[in-house]
């Protein structure tokens, strides 16, 4: 795929009358990037939480954890139908629309009191972060071109990650408070869903790319286009094995720091932050990064620091040297996000940008759900160390057979 010049403008219709401003893709951006790191918000800010929703609402820790975990659930349930939808009406109204959801979910809890109730809430929440999450890559993809675009999807992962160093922090802050507290934060999807309204415009989307194939929907339409591109599973396996990876960090450190007889929940929380803000930055200068180097590259730097962050975790003696290993990965996590749904956008029909987009969702999402359970596996019978060992050792085959691939070719 050629990248169109940077000065080439960008299309985008009203969909209606001219807003009270501006409804240009620059303006819009800031609101874009913004809205982005509430889909990491839905469930980090809660986690300092949890011992107070356990206490307030009478439940066990295991229920209580729920609270965190239902809201993916949904997310993996509903975004293919959020993709369907996108495809259908365009991106702009089902992103709107899910701010607002999101704004009304979220916000519940600050005066729900009942598990069942709060756990419904929860469930409504993750609908409106697949539409949210879903919505906000199609606009990327239809509102900018060439480095402008690689500058939003890397500003959106630089969001994301600081995002995730940033809202569990304000959580625990707001739940010395009341564990209700934090619940209000998600009311600012409502003021950035007005702001969404005014301020984004409704992009025309390219039919033409993909649009001819009387079998491109359905699950036969995404078997088939498997077929055509075998490329493309292997992109939403890379970011399957980027969260997997990355909640391997956030169950297991824990655990590897109390070796260290480090066991406080806020110096925990500043190794995440850590790894969070190395995210971060390597996401922030995205753009300037893929001048130099194509997608299987960018991949390839990823995994190296991978293995070399994996490596060293299993072998720190000191929670000073533990803190390098979490800054590697955050770095090549940084790289890796906004490069899986760029490498999407290049690999997939133009007229199927939702459904296809959807999957990156589906694919985080589940990661993360099933890394405890592959790495328990190995960490309860041979020990917490043997989790990086492990993921270490994968980082290096996936290197390799991506090297052997890219050799053959």
């Given at each position: 795929m050629t990248e169109p010049p940077d000065e080439s403008p960008t299309k985008h219709r009203h969909g209606g009358e001219e807003s009270l401003l501006s409804r240009s893709p620059e303006t819009a951006l800031w609101v874009i990037i913004a809205s982005g790191t509430l889909t990491v918000m839905a469930g980090a800010i809660l986690g300092p939480v949890v011992n107070g929703i356990q206490n307030g609402l009478g439940v066990s820790g295991s229920l209580a954890g729920l609270i965190i975990t239902t809201h993916g659930l949904f997310i993996v349930l509903t975004s293919p139908i959020a993709g369907s939808l996108i495809d259908?009406?365009?991106?702009?109204?089902?992103?709107?629309?899910?701010?607002?959801?999101?704004?009304?979910?979220?916000?519940?809890?600050?005066?729900?009191?009942?598990?069942?109730?709060?756990?419904?809430?929860?469930?409504?929440l993750g609908v409106a972060v697949a539409f949210v999450y879903t919505s906000i890559t199609v606009l990327i993809y239809n509102l900018f071109a060439g480095r402008r675009q690689d500058k939003a999807m890397g500003l959106r992962g630089s969001a994301n990650s600081l995002g995730a160093a940033v809202w569990p922090l304000v959580g625990g802050v707001l739940g010395t408070i009341s564990w209700h507290l934090p619940f209000g934060v998600y009311l600012l999807a409502l003021p950035l869903g007005v702001l969404a309204y005014l301020t984004v415009p409704e992009p025309t989307?390219?039919?033409?790319?993909?649009?001819?194939?009387?079998?491109?929907?359905?699950?036969?339409?995404?078997?088939?286009?498997?077929?055509?591109?075998?490329?493309?599973?292997?992109?939403?396996?890379?970011?399957?094995?980027?969260?997997?990876?990355?909640?391997?960090?956030?169950?297991?450190?824990?655990?590897?720091?109390?070796?260290?007889?480090?066991?406080?929940?806020f110096v925990i929380s500043l190794y995440l932050s850590a790894l969070g803000i190395a995210g971060g930055v390597s996401a922030y200068f995205y753009d300037r990064i893929k001048r130099r180097f194509n997608y299987r590259q960018l991949t390839g730097v990823a995994l190296v620091l991978w293995l070399v962050g994996f490596s060293l975790a299993a072998a720190a003696t000191s929670p000073l040297l533990a803190i390098l290993p979490v800054v590697l990965f955050g770095v090549g996590q940084g790289l890796v996000f906004p490069t899986v749904l760029l490498w999407v956008e290049e690999l997939i029909p133009a007229n199927r940008q939702g459904q296809f987009s959807s999957y990156v969702a589906i694919a985080g999402y589940v990661g993360q759900f099933l890394s405890p359970i592959l790495f328990g596996v190995i960490a309860d019978p041979f020990g917490v160390r043997t989790v990086f060992v492990t993921a270490a050792a994968f980082a290096g085959v996936v290197l390799v057979l991506a090297g052997i691939r890219y050799a053959m070719q």
């Open positions: 259908r009406y365009g991106p702009r109204q089902p992103y709107v629309l899910g701010l607002l959801l999101y704004a009304i979910a979220g916000g519940a809890g600050l005066f729900i009191d009942s598990f069942v109730v709060l756990l419904a809430s929860r469930a409504v989307l390219d039919s033409t790319r993909g649009g001819n194939d009387p079998d491109n929907g359905g699950i036969s339409g995404v078997i088939r286009e498997f077929q055509r591109t075998p490329l493309l599973p292997l992109v939403y396996g890379l970011y399957f094995a980027t969260n997997a990876l990355l909640y391997s960090i956030v169950v297991y450190y824990p655990q590897l720091l109390a070796g260290f007889g480090v066991s406080s929940s």
